[in-house]
Protein backbone atom coordinates (compact mmCIF):
# COMPACT_ATOMS: atom_id res chain seq x y z
CA UNK A 1 0.00 0.00 0.00
CA UNK A 2 1.10 3.48 -0.75
CA UNK A 3 0.35 6.89 0.53
CA UNK A 4 0.47 9.84 -1.18
CA UNK A 5 0.22 13.45 0.87
CA UNK A 6 0.83 16.88 -1.17
CA UNK A 7 1.24 20.08 0.12
CA UNK A 8 2.13 23.83 -1.04
CA UNK A 9 -1.52 24.65 -2.38
CA UNK A 10 -2.88 28.41 -1.39
CA UNK A 11 -3.81 31.68 -3.36
CA UNK A 12 -1.64 33.43 -5.05
CA UNK A 13 -1.81 36.35 -7.77
CA UNK A 14 -1.96 36.11 -11.61
CA UNK A 15 1.31 35.60 -12.46
CA UNK A 16 2.87 34.12 -9.03
CA UNK A 17 4.90 31.22 -8.29
CA UNK A 18 4.00 27.79 -5.74
CA UNK A 19 5.79 25.05 -5.49
CA UNK A 20 3.43 21.69 -4.44
CA UNK A 21 5.24 18.91 -3.34
CA UNK A 22 3.84 15.18 -2.47
CA UNK A 23 5.10 12.86 -0.30
CA UNK A 24 4.83 9.03 -0.52
CA UNK A 25 5.24 6.45 1.70
CA UNK A 26 4.94 2.97 2.46
CA UNK A 27 5.61 -0.03 -0.35
CA UNK A 28 7.12 2.12 -3.11
CA UNK A 29 9.57 0.71 -5.78
CA UNK A 30 12.34 3.62 -7.20
CA UNK A 31 10.97 2.15 -10.61
CA UNK A 32 7.65 4.19 -10.92
CA UNK A 33 6.66 6.93 -12.34
CA UNK A 34 4.64 9.89 -10.39
CA UNK A 35 2.81 13.07 -11.40
CA UNK A 36 0.80 15.78 -10.85
CA UNK A 37 -2.80 16.14 -12.20
CA UNK A 38 -5.37 18.96 -11.59
CA UNK A 39 -9.40 19.46 -11.57
CA UNK A 40 -10.85 22.80 -12.34
CA UNK A 41 -14.80 22.58 -10.92
CA UNK A 42 -17.40 20.83 -13.28
CA UNK A 43 -14.33 19.76 -15.53
CA UNK A 44 -12.35 16.58 -15.60
CA UNK A 45 -9.33 15.37 -13.95
CA UNK A 46 -6.32 16.25 -16.71
CA UNK A 47 -2.59 15.66 -16.78
CA UNK A 48 -0.13 18.42 -15.14
CA UNK A 49 3.11 16.19 -15.64
CA UNK A 50 4.99 13.28 -14.78
CA UNK A 51 8.23 11.89 -14.03
CA UNK A 52 9.53 8.62 -14.46
CA UNK A 53 12.42 7.27 -12.01
CA UNK A 54 15.01 7.93 -14.16
CA UNK A 55 14.17 11.34 -14.41
CA UNK A 56 12.40 11.04 -17.90
CA UNK A 57 9.39 14.05 -18.01
CA UNK A 58 5.83 14.37 -19.35
CA UNK A 59 4.10 18.03 -19.54
CA UNK A 60 0.64 19.03 -20.82
CA UNK A 61 0.82 21.81 -23.67
CA UNK A 62 -0.43 24.08 -20.84
CA UNK A 63 2.32 23.23 -18.04
CA UNK A 64 5.40 23.62 -20.55
CA UNK A 65 7.19 26.58 -20.04
CA UNK A 66 5.67 27.58 -16.62
CA UNK A 67 5.78 24.38 -14.45
CA UNK A 68 8.47 22.25 -13.76
CA UNK A 69 8.51 18.51 -12.47
CA UNK A 70 10.79 16.94 -10.45
CA UNK A 71 11.64 14.20 -7.69
CA UNK A 72 13.56 13.21 -5.04
CA UNK A 73 13.81 9.52 -4.94
CA UNK A 74 15.87 9.37 -1.42
CA UNK A 75 13.07 11.26 -0.13
CA UNK A 76 10.32 9.74 -2.28
CA UNK A 77 8.93 13.03 -2.86
CA UNK A 78 7.95 14.76 -6.39
CA UNK A 79 7.83 18.57 -6.46
CA UNK A 80 5.97 20.74 -9.24
CA UNK A 81 7.37 24.35 -9.35
CA UNK A 82 4.22 26.55 -10.92
CA UNK A 83 5.52 29.85 -12.63
CA UNK A 84 3.41 32.27 -13.73
CA UNK A 85 0.49 31.18 -12.88
CA UNK A 86 -2.74 31.93 -14.59
CA UNK A 87 -6.74 32.16 -12.88
CA UNK A 88 -7.00 29.19 -15.65
CA UNK A 89 -4.50 26.92 -13.58
CA UNK A 90 -7.07 27.58 -10.37
CA UNK A 91 -8.03 23.63 -9.31
CA UNK A 92 -7.21 21.40 -6.70
CA UNK A 93 -4.07 19.24 -7.90
CA UNK A 94 -3.82 15.97 -7.33
CA UNK A 95 -0.59 13.69 -6.93
CA UNK A 96 -0.47 10.56 -8.57
CA UNK A 97 2.10 7.07 -8.22
CA UNK A 98 1.83 4.06 -10.38
CA UNK A 99 3.86 1.48 -9.73
CA UNK A 100 6.23 -0.84 -12.12
CA UNK A 101 3.05 -3.38 -11.64
CA UNK A 102 0.52 -0.79 -12.92
CA UNK A 103 -1.19 -0.05 -9.79
CA UNK A 104 -1.91 3.63 -9.79
CA UNK A 105 -2.28 5.59 -6.00
CA UNK A 106 -3.64 9.22 -5.84
CA UNK A 107 -3.50 11.39 -3.25
CA UNK A 108 -6.29 13.97 -1.08
CA UNK A 109 -5.20 17.08 -3.46
CA UNK A 110 -4.11 20.42 -2.53
CA UNK A 111 -6.04 23.66 -3.34
CA UNK A 112 -4.39 26.18 -5.64
CA UNK A 113 -6.00 29.53 -6.45
CA UNK A 114 -4.98 32.01 -8.62
CA UNK A 115 -6.82 35.40 -8.31
CA UNK A 116 -6.84 38.01 -11.30
Known amino acids: QVQLVESGGGLVQAGGSLRLSCAASGSISRINTMGWYRQAPGKQRDLVAT???????NYADSSKGRFTISRDNAKNTVYLQMNSLKPEDTAVYYCNLITIGGINYWGKGTLVTVSS
Open 51 to 57: ITGRGGT
